[in-house]
């Protein structure tokens, strides 16, 4: 089914009526609410409100955490949309955390600051400089602009790196079929401060988290500054907090099969099946433990790396690994996993709350990943 924007947000407002329609729409679409009402069929927007009401029965009270980054963020229109959903959902009873990348952003600044860097397997090293980088851009421009567009949009948040009150741990990832290609500066998360996100969660505030952690807290590189993949580290989050769901929004329209269909649903055990007919296909990935990179048949964009500037973008289809993180966060106790296409409008909102009391999925707007 096809949620239609303008109920959930309709319906949120009846919920928290200071807000009005002034600061959750933006300038373009502030209207009267008498104009939501008549811009769907009566009974198209009786059957949304029915779909809603038993999604949010089932999730309220849930946590989901989403990955945002890649061509969802890259326009003002589709962030604008992010944050509106983001504070949609909260005003809904839904507690939602937030981790992001920035790729696109990072290569930027890298350019512009004459900071050389390399790929070693599909992997950009990521040196002490090329670090710095990250983290400036990261916990700087598009932290706080994703925070401060979700209190602008009528919620709130609070933006976070990794390395506050040691919210993401980490120690040295090495890369290579053996361990023993030095990437630098890359991390894997050891170490999740739950305590601190859940507290935040608690008081209503969806945490905004940027993907730059530290060393394990004792360690003899607890000062050193690691990046980390934000696929990965989305993942890992969700698994700690045993979320009801994650979502990967990607600029892939899903799991495609062979003819190139929209695979709905799957699950594990139906992802190994792909993987052993080749319909999903190995490699490596950036991973620790897991060292499959499957490139899908899919919808996506080559011209930049993904999440963080980890991958190559003349080895590795941009974000075609969202499959391996979703397939990893069920199996770490996470309810349902969603590869979600973030270029069309209000993906988020529209997959959280299109599925009925089931509450997995709009049946069209990506795959889900379960158990």
Known sequence: MKLIASSALL????????????????????VAPSSFLFAEEPAAFVDNAKTIASSVHTLSGKTIVVKYGGNAMTTPELAYGFCEDIAT????????????GGGPMINKMLEKVGVESRFEGGMRV????????????LCGEVNKNIAGGVV????????????????????KLWGGDDGSLDLGNVGQVKVVNTALINDLLDRGITPVIAPIGMGVKGNEDEAVI??????????????????????????IAGVLDKEKKLLERLSCDDIDGLIKDETITGGMIPKGRVR????????CHYEFPASNGLFDPNI???????????TDAVKLGVQGAFITDGRV???????ILAGGEEGLGSGGGGTVVTL
């Not at 990521?126 to 851009?137: H, I, L, P, Y």
């Open 126 to 137: 990521s040196t002490k400089e090329v670090v710095e980088v990250a983290a400036m851009v």
């Open 226 to 251: 690691y990046n980390i993949n934000a696929d990965v580290a989305a993942g890992r989050i969700a698994g700690e907090l045993r979320a009801a769901r994650v979502l990967f929004l990607t600029d």
């Open 316 to 326: 590795c289809p941009r974000s075609i690994s969202a499959v391996t993180y979703a």
């Open 89 to 100: 959902l909260q005003k809904l009873g839904l507690r939602i955390v937030v981790v992001h």
């Open 11 to 30: 319906l949120a407002s009846i919920l928290d009526t200071s807000c009005a329609f002034s600061p959750c729409l933006s300038i373009s679409h502030r």
């Open 345 to 351: 409008p209000h993906a988020l909102l529209n997959e």
């Open 152 to 171: 602008l949009a009528g919620g709130r948040a609070l933006g976070l790196s990794g390395r506050d009150d040691g919210l993401l741990q980490c120690t």
């Open 292 to 299: 499959l990179f499957p490139i899908i048949w899919c919808v």
